[in-house]
């Protein structure tokens, strides 16, 4: 487990080291739970560090290995044992069965032979990334009479935001702790966190715009939700193609969204507003008994 912010630090340059092969996303973000944090590991041989790993709130393992180490079939076989160990532990305090989860991209024939002999097993849904250059026009809409969009106004709100989210995806997945990692990291842009509000002062929408990469040339639009009141009024196009400007205007070259294959919607959603589909992520569930 981590015991200072050096390991943290140690485990952003191992991760820079690997970019960009790296599988993973929002590490800073996740660091700021403690739930997530007493799940990291990192892993070393002669005091160097090989590879880390952690689970996130949602049951996903996550980890990096370095690729030239002699012994990685071992160091792999420790950190899926590691995973299985924390959702062990979790399953019952909670009384749940819950599954440890991995994704890995489609092309990663080694990375899918790893899971499988560890007895991961695929299951239906991919995650699907989206991708639109913006050499090419951006696709606006408007929004309906009375609708306005604006930024978030910071921490003061994040309970509406919360509650927004949970709405719009008939989920409880989102929580206060998890909105303010979100919005405590670094990175984050306070200016390009988008909401839409409706003629009678209720949050309405919202779009969740920034940067992936230091230079400030990749952007993302997600995650992106309508509250069910408010659908198919066309805000979720609206406020995505506000956020494309926005982007565009800061400098980016190119956004980058993903979404769920079983989330439809936001397949459609994105097509319309000019992204194209270029790659996805496969998932694996091991039981874990």
């Given amino acids: 487990m981590l015991h200072s912010e050096n390991d943290i630090q140690a485990i952003r340059e191992f991760i820079t080291r690997l970019a960009p092969h790296c599988t993973l996303a929002d590490f800073d973000e996740q660091m700021l739970l403690p739930t997530v944090k007493v799940t990291v590991r990192i892993f070393t ?12 709130d949602y049951y996903n393992l996550w980890f990096e290995t370095d690729a030239n180490y002699p012994c990685l079939r071992e160091l792999e076989r420790q950190i899926i044992a590691w995973g299985s160990a ?3 532990k979790r399953n019952q305090e909670t009384g749940e069965a819950n599954t440890l989860d991995c994704s890995c991209r489609t092309e990663d024939a080694r990375r899918i032979h790893l899971l499988e002999r560890h007895g991961f097993v695929q299951q239906p849904t991919r995650t699907r990334r989206y991708l639109h250059p913006l050499d090419l026009p951006i696709i606006t809409y408007p929004l309906p009479d009375g609708f306005s969009i604006r930024c978030v106004q910071g921490d003061d709100e994040v309970q509406s935001l919360v509650s927004l989210h949970q709405a719009a995806f008939g989920t409880d997945n ?35 715009c ?21 659908q198919g009024l066309g805000l979720a196009k609206a406020v995505i193609s506000a956020g494309l400007l926005m982007l565009q205007n800061a400098g980016a070259i190119r956004v980058e969204l993903g979404t769920s294959s079983d989330n439809v919607a936001m397949q459609k959603l994105a097509e319309k507003s000019g992204f194209v589909c270029t790659s996805e992520k496969l998932w694996f569930s091991k039981h874990i008994t």
């Fill in 45 to 56: 041989d002669a005091h160097k560090m090989v590879g880390f790993a952690y689970v996130d």
């Fill in 86 to 88: 924390c959702i062990d």
């Fill in 174 to 208: 989102m929580t206060v702790a998890q909105r303010l990692a979100m919005m405590h990291t670094p990175h984050y842009l306070s200016a390009m966190d988008l909401v839409v509000v409706a003629p009678n002062g209720k949050l309405a929408a919202f779009c969740v």
């Fill in 210 to 230: 920034g940067f992936d990469d230091l230079d400030k040339k990749v952007g993302y639009t997600d995650p992106i939700g309508v509250h069910p009141h408010y």
